[in-house]
């Protein structure tokens, strides 16, 4: 196989107040890359494996800036389409401090990537992997991102490669109806899901609580292994042959965005050797190496995964 992980979605530039600022009086912003499906693809790249991110830009500067940051960690680049017109999508973040959360402000409309068809790529190539990574995310985005999502999850369906789905429900995107009308059959063709206990509500209609959430969903969508996680309470695992809990450490927190995506990342590492258990554990450190450090995309050495954790300095 050309690639471990094949995926698409939207490259974005974010744009981040400074701590204790807020968008109506910040003077600066701070600007990286950002893409859930290449955060993804990014990380797996640093950790060995082979990974296309599959992508519509408008030519310029903003899309250079995105195409170099994820290139420039190994992620393969050339499904990245190039349009002639149009903009870059953009989000804004108010990291928020307690009791204030956090708050994103989207600025994604009229993108070439919004009006993206399944004649632009090259299937080919991208199904040529040993798994597709797709998210709610860039399904929610227009009726036309949600085709090319189900044709990639379909076609990978019928060349027998194996589908990861994160549902990744966003509110501010569409509503936990809409979600399930795109998502569920998705879902069910995919070899591993990946749903918050909350999401696993929101759009499955799952009232159990706790690690039964995490089985319930597997059940009803019978798919061979759900990834749930609870925010602080615990990340569920849920399997033909039973459940488990791992613990969450809290962790300072610089910057929280892409954190989860670490965390399906790592996860990923594992399950693609066959010991999601292992993934799990992984996901779960990288995700907090991802708390430590500005930007979407976590920046992380293999030993570095494998050093004690704690505040010294590595001489």
């Known amino acids: 196989m050309t690639y471990d992980l094949s ?18 009086t910040a003077r600066s912003l ?23 991110w599959a992508t519509k830009l408008p030519r310029g500067g903003l899309s250079e800036r995105i195409a ?3 290139s420039a960690v190994g992620v393969d680049m050339s499904h990245m ?38 004649e632009e790529l090259d299937w080919d190539s991208l199904l040529d ?23 990639f999850a379909d076609a990978a369906r019928e060349r027998g490669v194996p589908v990861a ?16 009308e795109v998502l569920e059959p998705i ?21 159990e609580a706790g690690v039964q959430a995490c089985r319930a969903l597997r059940e009803q969508l019978e798919v061979p292994v759900v990834v749930s996680t609870d925010g602080r309470a615990g990340t569920y695992l849920s399997t033909p042959e039973g459940e488990r809990v791992y613990e969450i450490r809290s962790v300072p927190v610089l910057d929280r965005p892409g954190a989860g995506d670490a965390f399906v990342a790592g996860t990923l590492h ?19 190496l991802a708390l430590t450090h500005h930007g979407d995309l976590t920046h992380v050495y293999p030993g570095e995964l494998m050093a004690g954790q704690g505040t010294d300095i590595v001489r």
């Open 7 to 24: 995926t698409i979605g939207e490259g974005q530039i974010r744009l981040t107040c400074e701590h204790g600022e807020r968008l109506s």
């Open 81 to 118: 389409v190039l349009a002639d017109e149009g903009r870059v999508a953009l989000y804004f973040l108010e990291p928020g401090e307690f009791p204030l959360p956090g708050k994103v402000t989207y600025d994604r409309l009229h993108t070439p990537f919004r009006e993206i068809t399944p």
């Open 30 to 52: 701070r600007m990286t890359a950002a893409g859930s499906e290449a955060n993804v693809s990014g990380l797996l790249a640093q950790l060995g494996r082979s990974t296309a």
């Open 270 to 288: 594992g399950w693609l050797d066959d010991d999601v258990e292992r993934g799990i554990e992984m996901g779960t450190r990288v995700a907090c």
């Open 187 to 207: 879902a069910r063709m995919s070899s591993i899901l990946f749903c918050s206990r909350t999401d696993a509500g929101i759009v499955f209609g799952v009232e």
């Open 68 to 70: 170099i940051e994820y």
């Open 129 to 151: 992997t040993r798994v597709v990574f797709l998210t709610g995310i860039t399904a929610a985005l227009t009726p036309a991102t949600a085709r090319v999502v189900r044709y």
């Open 165 to 180: 789905l994160d549902v990744n429900f966003r509110s501010l995107l569409w509503s936990g109806e809409q979600a399930r």
